[in-house]
């Protein structure tokens, strides 16, 4: 979409107009289709990661520096070798930037999906905790889920500094 006016014209109106859609809403559809096994909460989840990994990632094909490209055209690139050698270099930190919003969106996703639909799981015994008024087993819980959501998140961004070892961020947390 960042790079082709066509798939841009032919994308970013479905995008944009079904991001508002809670995707959670579409859950009973989903286990309609996907029987209410992992298959339909892991397609939920991917369902509601897609737009903002999307989003940032054409965000990031756009912005694309003009004198990389025109460089590249210069030597001979092809458009293949454009794609593979500037633009998914280029896009690469917004790529990230996607997934490190994805990352706590599925883990919010998993948690509520396991509260509505299942035995097992943080967001079953969250609920479990719950009913059982059992407050310091809840809370525990919620501990468990931001200490997960804290070790995925260090996770994307020791991935992205060893992966896009030629852009340090100074303003990236340690």
Do not use: H
Not at 64 to 93: D, F, H
Not at 95 to 124: H, K, N, Q
């Amino acid at each position: 979409m960042g790079r082709s006016k066509f798939a841009a014209g032919l994308l970013d109106p479905l995008f944009s107009g079904t991001y508002a859609v809670p995707k959670l809403a579409l859950f009973p559809i989903f286990i309609f289709v996907f029987g209410i096994g992992s298959l339909s909460k892991v397609a939920l989840v991917f369902l509601e990661c897609l737009y903002p990994i999307v989003i940032m990632t054409y965000a990031g094909a756009r912005e694309v520096q003009e004198k990389l490209l025109w460089s590249a055209r210069n030597m001979g690139a092809s458009r293949a070798a454009i794609l593979r050698r500037v633009v998914i270099p280029a896009t690469t930190p917004f790529i990230f930037a996607g997934f490190r919003v994805a990352v706590p969106v599925a883990m919010i996703v998993v948690v509520i999906t396991e509260m509505i639909s299942s035995a097992d799981g943080l967001g079953y015994q969250v609920i479990y905790a719950m009913a059982s008024l059992k407050t310091d087993r809840m809370l525990a819980v919620v501990v468990v889920i931001a200490a997960l959501g804290w070790l995925l998140d260090k996770a994307v961004v020791l991935a992205r500094d060893r992966l896009i070892y030629w852009e340090k961020l100074d303003t990236y947390y340690v």
